[in-house]
């Protein structure tokens, strides 16, 4: 595909999910650059590649690992000094990210499988690529456990997650997003994933999260959110605010049916944001900590403290609350 092609497709919500969605932009950019004719020039090639990213960053304001993904790709072609150097390095920067992506979603799910215990039924929301590896890792080492998923309205994302899991022989019920509450005794653990953390531990995932870790809260029943490092949004530790995007209306109500009722407003949040205090655990590829323990992770393992962020981004404050 064409850059213009990815990023259509991740705007249409085709490409879906928080790491494909990353991969597949760094692979996009990678592809794209070998397109561009070769010409010594290296500000122009830049300043192309730059105007790509701007293209892809554009698709998707929630999802935080499309904005990190570029960043870790493009930061350092920002500095080269020849062409070569340039094409050089978002080559070898961007096999690097779709490498330790990949490899990311193995290490969640050992561990994360090593926190369901034998005979569990663990509740999943959504389409989540890390929390479905830890319960697939869990049924490989010959644990008996069986999954609640949800419906997942309106694109139905929960359909998907029930295909794996029946290909994989689990158990499955297969049940209403209103129906988290009736449904929260049934199970003994909650998995799920995310689209972005902020530095006080609060998770942005699919719309419904939420309202699932204030059950499982009220029931005592762990939540485990399940995260590739790069899903970390360091520029929270300014302040800030992630934007919660909305979605078209036709989306939940066909535009034939919402021109019959004149005095009705739809309203289409794609994410929403949960609390650190329903979150019991993330687990990432670098380990599993406490959601108050966000900061170090950016700081740590993504390598941006205070200073590093105040020079870059400062005064970028765009989107909505997510306290």
């Known amino acids: 595909m064409t ?24 692979s996009a950019l990678r592809d794209h650059a070998e397109t ?19 293209i892809l960053l554009g698709t998707r304001p929630t999802a935080v690992s499309l904005p990190n993904a570029i ?6 072609v920002r500095t080269a000094r020849t062409e070569e150097a340039a094409r050089r390095i978002l080559r070898e920067k961007a096999d690097a990210f779709i490498w330790s992506s990949r490899t990311a979603l193995d290490r969640i799910a050992a561990m994360g499988a090593n926190h369901i215990p034998d005979g569990s039924v663990v509740m999943t929301h959504c389409n989540s690529k890390a929390a479905l590896g830890c319960i697939l890792e869990a049924k490989r ?21 029930i295909k794996t899991l029946n290909d994989n022989e689990i158990p499955t019920t297969y049940f209403v997003d209103s129906a988290v509450r009736s449904m929260m005794k049934e199970i003994d653990l909650v998995i799920v994933g995310a689209d972005a953390i902020t530095v006080n531990g609060a998770v942005v995932n699919k719309v419904g999260t939420s309202q699932i870790a204030l059950c499982a809260n009220e029931a005592r029943k762990n939540v485990i959110v399940t995260a590739e490092t790069y899903k970390f949004a360091p520029r929270t530790i300014l302040g800030e605010l992630i934007q919660i995007e909305e979605r078209a209306q036709n989306e939940v109500l066909p535009d034939e049916i919402a021109a019959t009722l004149p005095f009705v407003r739809v309203k289409n949040p794609v994410f929403d944001v949960t609390p650190a205090d329903y979150i019991d655990m993330i687990i990432t590829e670098a380990g599993a900590l406490p959601p108050h323990l ?25 989107g909505t609350e997510f306290r």
Do not use: C, S
């Open 141 to 161: 080492q010959g644990k008996n456990i069986e999954v609640y998923a949800t419906e997942v309205r309106p694109w139905n994302q929960g359909r998907l997650t």
């Open 3 to 26: 850059l213009l092609q990815t990023a259509e497709q991740i705007q249409t919500m085709q490409i879906r999910g928080a790491g494909k969605i990353a991969r597949e932009a760094v």
């Open 71 to 76: 960043q870790m790709v493009m930061r350092d």
């Open 294 to 318: 966000a900061y170090t992770i950016m700081r740590e393992y993504l390598g941006w403290g205070l200073d590093e962020l105040q020079n870059q981004f400062l005064g970028a404050r765009t």
């Open 36 to 54: 561009l004719p070769h010409t010594g020039d290296a500000a122009a090639f830049i300043r192309e590649m730059e105007h790509a990213a701007g």
